[in-house]
């Protein structure tokens, strides 16, 4: 298209809500009239299938669970009276939370107020409430976050670390649907140690967020946490930023919370419309399908230009990644259907990736984000009549054209500024989007069988571990490692053996390996009994 028939291309497919201040431009991926049409009847079935998923209609047939993050911003459309209260009652009990926490009614045991929070949780218990923190939450936040979303020793003492001698001041959010999360579990272990280690009380710092009758809430009742608020079955952790795994965290840094909850139901309502070109929901769910050709042939590249959305692409990461990425279909094919995520931040990509984007392989497509305010005071001239605003918008709109030259698809979100209501309202339009192409290509959105296996690989590796140790322990010194496996009746996973005594070995666990680090086969395994 020449740029006369670019312009009346743009006009033709722009979607825009004032109320939002929200633009969505498709105008820069290739399809056409022809697609479109094809597209209809796909689209007409994945309407009724958003709206009977709302409804309540079992969406997780594994766990036999509904999926309803809906109801979680506009209560009233929640399929029971129960659980319209339940929703009202947990949020206005976060609220009431979080006053007392600001006021100092809720308090350290030393006095004082809390300064800080650090939230233990891992997945959507923690990218959520990080992108969050990182687009929302003031310098000054009434308290400052702190994050721990793995099980690594080192990074653990890194936060704790960061925290420093504001320990006592300190409150502690647990996080963890089952209470059984390995991750968020061993975060818990380690920081009670640190708490109990400074001589405090850790159930005097801590609230819980858990499922009814989980493991965690059963820990929090027994020893008396501060507070306890309810992670349901029915919201997946993906899905959970505008629940209290979000909410809580949110509300304590000083973001307003119900402008989020408003944001998300505003989008909510607009991605019903049943109609493609008026529900900007269903215009992401055709680009994708469009530039993937529904098998998720490229790669989806977020940029935001603006440094408080960094986390963005990290946290569509797992939305999108998780939700989509499946082997079988709904009718048992095998389909291993998915769209790869990642990003970078405008301008940084100018001087990252975009070489490769304009001119290498076309195995992607890129979401622009344009935050039109630059700042909330006056503007700077770098230049006569030129603001550093000025440069971002000119870095984008070129990265734009540039890839455009190149056939390289593009869409581009617009918002008017980075608030409560429009970043609600952004999570919920990826979230929909997602439900839609999953309706799109037939398949499950909310179950992860990969993610389940992933989770039993990793007992099953802890459990030969124990195994294996007990046997060395009770073995003569300089045991060949093949001779050990063979004696843990696990010769056929000899591999991952080795790699638990290297590890062992590497840190000073009883376990000495001796020999050519080079041929793992020579090394000789010995067990160092503590003296």
């Not at 022809?34 to 796909?42: D, G, I, L, T």
Request: charged letters at 25%; a negative charge.
């Amino acid at each position: 298209m020449d740029n006369a028939q670019l312009w009346e291309h743009y006009q033709d497919w722009l979607y825009y809500n004032e109320e939002l201040g929200f633009y969505l431009d498709v105008s820069r991926m290739s399809f056409d009239d022809a697609f479109v049409n094809k597209m209809k009847p796909k689209f007409d079935k994945a309407f009724k299938d958003l709206e009977a998923l709302e409804g309540g209609a079992i969406a997780n047939p594994d766990e036999q669970r509904m999926v309803g993050h809906y109801w979680l911003r506009d209560p009233d459309l929640a399929p029971t009276e129960e659980l319209r209260r339940d929703i009202i009652e947990t949020q206005n009990k976060i609220i009431d939370f979080k006053d007392k926490v600001h006021s100092g009614i809720i308090h350290p045991p030393s006095g004082g107020k809390f300064t800080d929070i650090l939230s233990i949780g891992i997945g959507g218990s923690a990218l959520g409430p990080q992108f969050v923190a990182q687009a929302l939450a003031k310098v000054d936040a009434p308290l400052q976050i702190h994050f721990l979303d793995n099980t690594d020793p080192k990074g653990i003492d890194r936060v704790i670390e960061e925290i420093g001698d504001r320990l006592p001041t300190t409150l502690v959010s647990v996080i963890s649907k089952s209470g059984g999360t390995p991750e968020t579990r061993n975060g818990m272990l380690e920081v009670k140690k640190v708490y109990e280690d400074h001589g405090l009380d850790f159930a005097a710092h801590a609230f819980a967020i858990t499922g009814k009758s989980s493991k965690l809430e059963a820990i929090a009742e027994r020893e008396g946490w501060l507070a306890t608020f309810p992670m349901r079955d029915w919201v997946g952790g993906r899905t959970s930023e505008l629940s209290a795994v979000g909410l809580a965290a949110a509300a304590l840094q000083g973001i307003y919370v119900r402008g989020m909850l408003k944001g998300a139901k505003m989008m909510d309502a607009l991605t019903r419309t049943p109609d493609l070109k008026n529900n900007p929901a269903a215009l992401l769910a055709m680009a994708w399908y469009c530039s993937g050709n529904g098998k998720g042939d490229k790669d989806m590249v977020i940029l935001p230009y603006k440094d408080s959305l960094l986390l963005f692409s990290r946290y569509l990461q797992q939305l999108i990644m998780e939700s989509l990425g499946k082997e079988k279909d709904l009718d048992g094919n095998i389909v291993n259907q998915g769209i790869a995520v990642y990003g970078n931040k405008g301008s940084t990509d100018q001087h990252a990736y975009v070489q490769q984007l304009r001119e290498g392989v076309n195995n992607f497509f890129i979401t622009f984000i344009e935050v039109l305010e630059d700042r909330e005071g006056a503007p700077v001239e770098v230049e006569p009549g030129i603001t550093s605003g000025d440069y971002l918008l000119g870095f984008l709109l070129g990265t734009r054209e540039a890839l455009n030259e190149k056939q390289r698809d593009s869409v581009t979100i617009t918002i008017s500024q980075v608030n409560e209501i429009t970043v609600g309202a952004m999570i919920a339009l990826y979230e929909r989007a997602v439900s839609l192409y999953a309706s799109l290509v037939n398949i499950n959105a909310y179950h992860q069988p990969g993610v389940e296996a992933g989770k039993k690989a990793a007992a099953s590796v802890l459990q030969l571990q124990t195994r294996v140790i007990e046997e060395l322990s009770h073995t003569a010194s300089g045991i060949s490692i093949a001779d050990l496996a063979q004696k843990a009746q696990a010769s056929n996973d000899i591999e991952v053996i080795y790699k638990i005594l290297r590890h062992l070995h590497a840190n000073k666990r009883n376990v000495l390996l001796e020999g050519d680090f080079s041929k793992p086969d020579s090394l000789k395994v010995s067990w160092q009994k503590e003296k």
